[in-house]
């Protein structure tokens, strides 16, 4: 599985984007997708994830209520909509896939296809 991910940039506190991962992949919707995030000095972690076929999603404590992932079967596309954008939020973004479901979901050993990654830079 090939991933695109985009939609990244500069945002001031507050604010709000949405990233967007493209999958090149014929039976996408068995495919659980992830976001991973990277800050400098620090180590990937877990955003969020949806489940294959739709159902189910999970969040980090850090984006609860701010954040929120869905994706578009018919385009092969997972999206991240980051609201209420904080300081700390700013990171490389990674959007990953594996096949069906894994209950450790926030450990990345897990994925087995990776987005190229997206900066978000959020200034306050």
């Known amino acids: 599985v090939q991933l695109q991910a985009s939609g990244g940039g500069l945002v001031e506190a507050g604010g709000s984007l949405r990233l967007s991962c493209a999958a090149s992949?014929?039976?996408?919707?068995?495919?659980?997708m992830a976001w991973f995030r990277q800050a400098p000095g620090k180590e990937r972690e877990f955003v969020t994830v949806?489940?294959?076929?739709?159902?189910?999603?999970y969040y980090t404590d850090s984006v609860k209520g701010r954040f929120t992932i869905s994706r578009d079967n018919a385009q092969n596309t997972v999206y991240l909509q980051m609201n209420s954008l904080k300081l700390e939020d700013t990171a490389v973004y990674y959007c990953?896939?594996?096949?069906?479901?894994?209950?450790?979901?926030?450990?990345?050993?897990?994925?087995?296809?990776w987005g190229q990654g997206t900066q978000l830079t959020v200034s306050s």
């Open positions: 990953a896939a594996r096949q069906y479901w894994h209950v450790s979901y926030s450990d990345a050993t897990n994925y087995a296809s």
């Open positions: 992949v014929r039976t996408f919707r068995a495919y659980s």
């Open positions: 949806i489940r294959s076929q739709g159902g189910g999603t």
